[in-house]
């Protein structure tokens, strides 16, 4: 187990073996709970596999923080003495691809560099950074952050061949809270992969630290059924916002139902047209 693994803040002083297999870890960032009864769907973790054996690369399903972000939410300790019980066998689930990742971040760093800098629609305050990688099925899910975008991206998984993919292709992505559309992608020294265009430009974010807590936040909310709208609405991004921003007409006197906000209102996002996948 990692050196990250290992540490674990809260009453047990670092040490991972006072942890019982039965305790529940609470994430201290967002307040979700690891629950070995019930394991972790997200990550494909078993029930019964307690938070002290977890995977090395799990992380918080909800809000991406590292496993010493979690305390403990119950008060039972691991019995030194106790043998351990084994636990059933589960496959180990297959190992983020940080090559991909890592080679991702720095074909952009290049365009940024070569391409990009200086161009009027960069925001120099923001920098190329791949963001939130997590397991969605049997592929990769992530949101690259550069200057003058912010993209979901999707990798392929360990059995996918996408090299047949035509760049500049689009195609529609069901997710719990929506349709998104996703254009296909086929860069040198990266590989086949899937974006979807959240912000382009991003002059709305002042700093670095913003642009990549919205993405984070994107992709939570992804997963959240109960701001699903129906139809793809990615494409819709500028004029829906246009829309939103826009001054309201003649106050009606007769007192309305209240509007539900669309469901990029609700991702917190701005406007977006397709940008460099």
Same mark, same amino acid.
């Given at each position: %187990?990692?050196?990250?693994?290992?540490?674990?803040?809260?009453?047990?002083?670092? /040490?991972?073996?006072?942890?019982?297999?039965?305790?529940?870890?609470e994430?201290?960032? !967002? @307040?979700h709970?690891?629950?070995?009864?019930?394991?972790c769907?997200?990550?494909?973790?078993? +029930?019964?596999?307690?938070?002290?054996?977890?995977?090395?690369?799990?992380? !918080?399903?909800? !809000? /991406?923080?590292?496993?010493?972000?979690?305390?403990?939410?119950?008060?039972?300790?691991?019995?030194v003495? %106790? $043998?351990?019980?084994? #636990?059933?066998?589960?496959?180990?689930?297959?190992?983020?691809?940080?090559?991909?990742?890592?080679?991702?971040?720095?074909?952009f760093?290049?365009?940024?560099?070569?391409?990009?800098?200086?161009?009027?629609?960069v925001n120099?305050?923001?920098?190329?950074?791949? $963001?939130?990688?997590?397991?969605?099925? =049997?592929? @990769?899910?992530?949101?690259?952050?550069?200057?003058?975008?912010?993209?979901?991206? #999707?990798?392929?998984?360990?059995? /996918? /061949?996408?090299?047949?993919?035509?760049?500049?292709?689009?195609?529609l992505?069901?997710? +719990?809270?929506? @349709?998104? =559309?996703?254009?296909?992608?086929?860069?040198?020294? $990266?590989?086949?992969?899937?974006? !979807?265009s959240?912000?382009?430009?991003?002059?709305?974010?002042?700093?670095?630290?913003?642009?990549?807590e919205?993405?984070?936040?994107?992709?939570?909310?992804?997963? *959240?059924?109960?701001?699903?709208? *129906?139809?793809?609405?990615?494409s819709?991004?500028?004029?829906?916002r246009? =829309?939103?921003?826009?001054?309201?007409?003649?106050? $009606?006197?007769?007192?309305? *139902?209240?509007?539900? +906000?669309?469901?990029?209102?609700?991702?917190?996002?701005?406007?977006? =047209?397709?940008?460099?996948?």
């Open positions: %187990m990692s050196a990250a693994a290992s540490r674990f803040e809260g009453s047990y002083l670092g /040490d991972a073996t006072r942890i019982g297999a039965a305790t529940r870890m994430c201290k960032i !967002c @307040w709970v690891y629950d070995p009864a019930e394991g769907e997200h990550w494909q973790v078993p +029930p019964g596999t307690a938070f002290a054996a977890l995977p090395d690369h799990w992380r !918080c399903p909800v !809000c /991406d923080g590292a496993r010493d972000q979690f305390m403990a939410l119950d008060g039972e300790t691991a019995a003495e %106790m $043998v351990a019980t084994p #636990l059933p066998y589960a496959p180990a689930p297959p190992a983020q691809p940080v090559e991909t990742i890592a080679r991702l971040e720095a074909a760093r290049e365009i940024h560099t070569a391409q990009m800098r200086g161009l009027p629609i120099d305050a923001l920098a190329v950074k791949a $963001v939130g990688f997590r397991r969605h099925d =049997e592929r @990769w899910l992530g949101a690259l952050v550069t200057p003058w975008f912010l993209n979901l991206v #999707l990798l392929p998984g360990e059995g /996918d /061949d996408w090299s047949t993919l035509i760049p500049g292709a689009k195609e992505i069901e997710f +719990p809270s929506g @349709w998104y =559309e996703f254009v296909h992608a086929n860069r040198k020294g $990266v590989g086949a992969y899937k974006a !979807c959240l912000f382009s430009p991003m002059f709305e974010f002042a700093s670095m630290l913003q642009a990549t919205t993405a984070l936040a994107a992709l939570v909310s992804l997963f *959240d059924p109960s701001i699903r709208e *129906d139809g793809a609405q990615t819709e991004i500028r004029r829906r246009e =829309e939103e921003l826009a001054p309201p007409p003649d106050p $009606v006197p007769v007192q309305a *139902d209240p509007v539900r +906000p669309s469901r990029r209102a609700l991702l917190g996002m701005g406007s977006g =047209e397709a940008a460099d996948a």
